[in-house]
């Protein structure tokens, strides 16, 4: 099964802003808008931040942008804020699967 | 509010099987509207699709594990369960049970990707 390729961390200092790529192929993020975004603090559950590329649910604060460029889907933090250190995995609708596939997490730690 | 609760041993002995059942409160188990999954993650480690299933019992698996995994549902119940076969150390994760969308991918409804609603989590350890 395909996986999606992200930076392994991404750091910041609070206030700042941050990008997280989330690289995959034509047959998921390229061919589909249907990417997802979530966050994971430790030892919790991840939760729902973006959906369809760019899509927030409600209640997701929209410091959170989600976009996409051909191939690779990113998620953007504005203000960055203490609470948003935690593990951040992309998804994303895949062809080549009936399931789709998750990305390899990114770390993100608020200097 | 839609809840979501995982249930089962969290312990394990290699080459048997693993079972467990997520319980559902909030929302009901036959919508037409949602896919109802297993992902899991083993420590350290990203997440992992294991399946899913329609309130019709239309399942879908991932494929590295599909020879192993049996996703089913209990509409009266209002609740589905994942059971796992011949279980090894390398099955040793939190399994969460989560809600997902469906999409329309030209023309055809199948499965989406949009996990909503999660449950905590629970963790199975596989040891001899």
């Known amino acids: 099964q395909s996986v999606l390729t992200q930076p392994a961390s991404v750091s910041g200092s609070p206030g700042q802003s941050i990008t997280i790529s989330c690289t995959g192929t034509?047959?998921?993020?390229?061919?589909?808008?249907?990417v997802t975004w979530y966050q994971q603090h430790p030892g919790k559950a991840p939760k729902l931040m973006i959906y369809?590329?760019?899509h927030r649910p409600s209640g997701v604060s929209n410091r959170f942008s989600g976009s996409k460029s051909g191939n690779t889907a990113s998620l953007t933090i504005s203000g960055l804020q203490a609470d948003d250190q935690a593990d951040y995995y992309c998804?994303?609708?895949?062809?080549?699967?009936?399931?789709?596939?998750f990305g390899t997490g990114t770390v993100v730690t608020v200097l | 509010q839609v809840h979501l609760q995982e249930s089962g041993p969290g312990l394990a002995r290699p080459s048997e099987t693993l079972s467990l059942t997520c319980s559902v409160s909030g929302d009901s188990i036959s919508s037409d509207d949602y896919y109802w999954g297993w992902i899991r993650q083993s420590p350290g480690k990203g997440l992992e699709w294991i399946g899913s299933v329609f309130h019709t019992g239309s399942p879908y698996y991932n494929p590295s594990l599909e020879s192993r995994v049996t996703v089913s549902v209990d509409v009266s119940e209002n609740q589905f369960s994942l059971r796992l076969t011949s279980v090894t150390a390398s099955d040793t994760a939190v399994y969460y049970c989560?809600?997902?969308?469906?999409?329309?991918?030209?023309?055809?409804?199948?499965?989406?990707?949009?996990?909503?609603?999660w449950g905590q989590g629970t963790m199975v350890n596989v040891f001899s």
């Open positions: 034509t047959s998921d993020i390229g061919g589909y808008n249907h």
């Open positions: 369809d590329v760019s």
């Open positions: 998804g994303s609708y895949t062809r080549n699967s009936t399931l789709g596939v």
């Open positions: 989560a809600r997902h969308s469906l999409v329309t991918i030209f023309g055809v409804t199948t499965a989406g990707n949009t996990f909503d609603v």
